[in-house]
Nanobody
Framework: QVQLVESGGGLVQPGGSLRLSCAAS????????MAWYRQTPGKERELVAQ???????NYADSVVGRFTISRDNARNSVYLQMNSLKPEDTAVYYC?????????WGQGIQITVSS
């Protein structure tokens, strides 16, 4: 059974930092393109950052220079370092893994940026 489990979320003040982790089981992420998405109530889920297999990471314009995605294939995990957080970053963040064999999602984790 495939599982993607996010951790590291919570409440942070504007300007603060958080690091999200996504631990995979049932798949080897080394053969998957991995990504982080986020969603707020009433809006579609949007891509935040993605890191292809052996490729160059890319980011949504709104997070460029503030967020960094990374992967550790040996630990079967993906990370999202979020700095200079803004209230508009408040959302549920989802980990996603995909390739030609299928797409898998985590259950999501809440990030709230508020003073």
């Amino acid at each position: 059974q495939v599982q993607l489990v996010e951790s590291g979320g919570g409440l942070v003040q504007p300007g603060g930092s958080l690091r999200l982790s996504c631990a995979a089981s049932g798949i080897f992420i080394s053969i998957y393109d991995m990504a982080w998405y986020r969603q707020t109530p009433g809006k579609e889920r949007e891509l935040v950052a993605q890191i292809p297999r052996g490729g160059v990471p890319n980011y949504a314009d709104s997070v460029v220079g503030r967020f960094t995605i990374s992967r550790d294939n040996a630990r079967n995990s993906v990370y999202l370092q979020m700095n200079s957080l803004k209230p508009e970053d408040t959302a549920v963040y989802y980990c996603r893994g995909g390739n030609s064999r299928g797409v898998f999602w985590g259950q999501g984790i809440q990030i709230t940026v508020s003073s």
